[in-house]
């Protein structure tokens, strides 16, 4: 089982970037993080950070037929980006939202989700451990939905 995790804009500056919101470890702490999960649980991964949003559009594309599931922290563009989420419906495969924070206890303009309609489940305020929480829900996603 294959998956891909995006990061979007701004995530790559983790650890410098607010951190009384986001923490103080870095981007490469949690790509690191990721890469021992799906290690841990036998699962094949490719990360992609970016601070484009057409780039992001073209990563989810990109894995109709190479990834199983995706992982995504939109970012920003969580709160605007109607192309992500008309990616993640053409591609149609299960999707995960994942935020550092908890968007919900934030500015207003941060409760709503774009990509998070077409995705299987949104976890928020939970950290790096969010991210290992969706890469689990996906691998018990797939592996019920295979024949
Ligand atoms: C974020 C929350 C977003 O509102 C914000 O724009 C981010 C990070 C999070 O992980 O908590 O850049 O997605």
Redesign the pocket.
């Known amino acids: 089982m294959k998956l891909f995790v995006l990061n ?4 790559n500056l983790l650890g410098i970037r607010e951190p009384d ?2 923490g103080r470890q870095t981007f490469a702490d949690l790509e690191a993080f990721i890469r021992e999960v799906c290690a841990r649980e036998n699962i094949e991964v490719e990360c992609f950070q970016s601070n484009h949003e057409g780039v992001l559009v073209d990563v989810i594309q990109s894995a109709l037929g190479k990834a199983d599931g995706i992982v995504i ?4 563009y ?2 605007t980006s109607v192309a992500i989420l008309d990616a993640l419906k053409a591609v149609a495969l299960p999707a995960v939202e ?4 908890d ?1 919900n206890e ?1 500015e207003t303009f ?1 409760h709503i989700s774009y990509p998070a309609m077409a995705c299987i489940a949104q976890i ?1 305020g939970k950290g790096f451990a969010g991210y290992e929480e969706a890469i689990l829900l996906l691998k018990e996603y797939v592996q019920g939905h295979r024949a």
């Open positions: 979007g804009p701004n995530l919101i986001y922290n939109p970012a920003a969580t709160h994942v935020h550092l924070s968007i934030r941060r928020k």
